[in-house]
């Protein structure tokens, strides 16, 4: 009988996988050297075949071995990627992770802790407590709203210290991303106001897809939409629609739109919430992260009134993906999360102080991606993250000056974040729309789109630290020479 292959867990899982590392990096460094550019080129069909080429029987009845498998398959992803370190891959909130948070993640994988039951994941469930509770007060300082005296952090607790979460203190759940965690927000408050009627959602014509989409998972009216007619929420016609809409309602804000990069403006909407008694969810997955740069995080002032707060350190977080969060002021709205099954938190395992798990997530097996985030907050520190936030904004401040002076171009606005909105001066939407495709079909460049004030713009989304002014020079040559019709 032939020895199984090896594991990547236990005393012997490092040496089983140096050698396994060794044709990973080489298969991503010949990978990247094949493509040539930020993504391959050819479009779609192009890149279907290429991979079949490469790749061959995807199960074949007699395998290849680790190495030949390996080598081939990154090799063969990396050739076809859209590989988010190169400067001229900047279309979406899809940033290059750090080298060590990467690494991070390989142990995670090595390791694979399930965050569902303490027995399953003893350091990772107590590195998870240390490390949100951590962001949570990032969030919301000293501002969080005390639970009732004897109440656990979390569902299920007794509110030992060695217990996830302190009573009374905001808290964070660890979730996939900025959808998933909307989707928990719109949960906590359809769930805490579940007695005075179905929830109202009501959101800014910029708000992200995902919330009229949770609404329409959770099963709750039609959102009410306020326009936005300078890209963020209008206060005073929040204030009208608030006036006289009957039931309990919840008011989601954005702090860094999706088109734009826009914050609303936060502490005019908190004053129109509290003066309606509406619940305020602000979904901050792009702009939390100013909250690390000294010179930026006032422009998140009011983000800390919010009742709920999604962050996304997979975009101004430089995280492998996922590494969403919500940020929770009152840990009592976590309750209707409490679940019980019990072979993961049995009644008495619980009193006897194991901690129960199955209260921070909806789901049930989860990564321990909090290892990768917990990795970057002490490697860099707040200082180090802060400077890659400013990095990436002063970078977009520095392309817009050059757009504007450029007569080719047209700039949307001077960026909040590290968007930027430019169009060739005088095209038709369908070129610009055309100029994109065959940037991506030519695998020079990949630039976003958004559809702002009627018009189509192309959008540059700066989330890369090393990019340098002769990268975005290029890329605007790129699109200059796509531009003669």
Not at 48 to 60: F, I, Q, S, V
Not at 285 to 296: I, V
Request: glycine letters at 10%; one cysteine or more; proline letters at 10%.
């Amino acid at each position: 009988m032939s020895n199984p292959p090896p594991l990547a867990g236990g005393p012997q899982g490092p040496q089983a996988l140096r050698p396994l590392l060794d044709t990973v990096l080489d298969a991503l460094h010949d990978g990247a050297t094949a493509r040539g550019g930020p993504l391959p080129a050819g479009g779609p069909h192009t890149v279907t075949a290429r991979l079949r080429e490469l790749t061959g029987d995807p199960l074949p009845h007699h395998g290849t071995g680790p190495d030949t498998a390996l080598r081939t398959l990154v090799q063969a992803l990396a050739e076809g990627a859209a590989d988010p370190a190169d400067p001229l891959c900047a279309a979406h909130l899809h940033c290059p992770p750090l080298a060590l948070a990467t690494a991070a993640d390989l142990a995670a994988s090595a390791l694979n802790p399930s965050m569902d039951s303490w027995d399953q994941a003893p350091a990772a469930s107590a590195l998870e407590t240390l490390v949100t509770d951590a962001l949570a007060h990032e969030v919301y300082g000293a501002t969080g709203h005390p639970g009732q005296p004897g109440q656990s952090g979390r569902p299920g607790q007794s509110g030992r210290p060695d217990q996830p979460g302190m009573p009374g203190r905001p808290q964070a759940l660890v979730t996939t991303g900025g959808t998933e965690a909307n989707q928990l927000a719109l949960l906590l408050a359809r769930e805490s106001h579940a007695s005075q009627g179905p929830l109202q959602l009501i959101t800014g014509a910029n708000a992200h897809h995902s919330l009229p989409r949770a609404a329409w998972l959770l099963g709750l009216p039609d959102p009410v939409t306020v326009p936005a007619p300078t890209g963020t929420l209008d206060p005073a016609a929040l204030d009208e629609a608030l006036t006289d809409l009957p039931g309990p309602k919840l008011v989601a804000a954005t702090a860094g739109t999706t088109d734009a990069g826009l914050i609303d403006p936060l502490p005019e909407i908190a004053d129109v919430c509290e003066h309606h008694g509406a619940r305020l969810h602000i979904d901050a997955a792009y702009g939390a992260g100013l909250l690390f740069s000294p010179t930026r995080r006032t422009q998140l002032t009011g983000l800390d009134r919010a009742a709920t707060v999604t962050l996304d350190l997979h975009k101004l977080g430089w995280q492998p993906v996922a590494a969403g969060l919500l940020a929770v002021r009152d840990p009592a709205d976590l309750t209707p999360l409490t679940h019980h099954a019990d072979y993961l938190n049995a009644d008495d395992d619980t009193e006897a102080g194991l901690p129960d798990l199955l209260g921070r997530s909806l789901r049930t097996t989860r990564r321990p991606d909090i290892l990768k985030i917990a990795v970057t907050l002490k490697a860099l520190g707040r200082t180090g993250l802060g400077t890659l936030v400013d990095q990436v904004c002063d970078q977009a401040q520095e392309f817009a000056a050059t757009l504007q002076a450029h007569p080719g171009f047209d700039l949307y606005d001077t960026p909040t974040l590290s968007t930027v909105l430019f169009r060739p001066h005088g095209a038709p939407d369908e070129h610009i729309a055309h100029i994109r495709r065959t940037l991506l079909t030519q695998g020079r460049a990949v630039l976003g789109r958004a559809r702002v004030d009627g018009r189509l713009w192309l959008k540059a989304t700066l989330l890369n630290p090393h990019t340098q002014p002769g990268d975005l020079a290029q890329l605007l040559k790129l699109v200059e020479g796509n531009t003669a019709r």
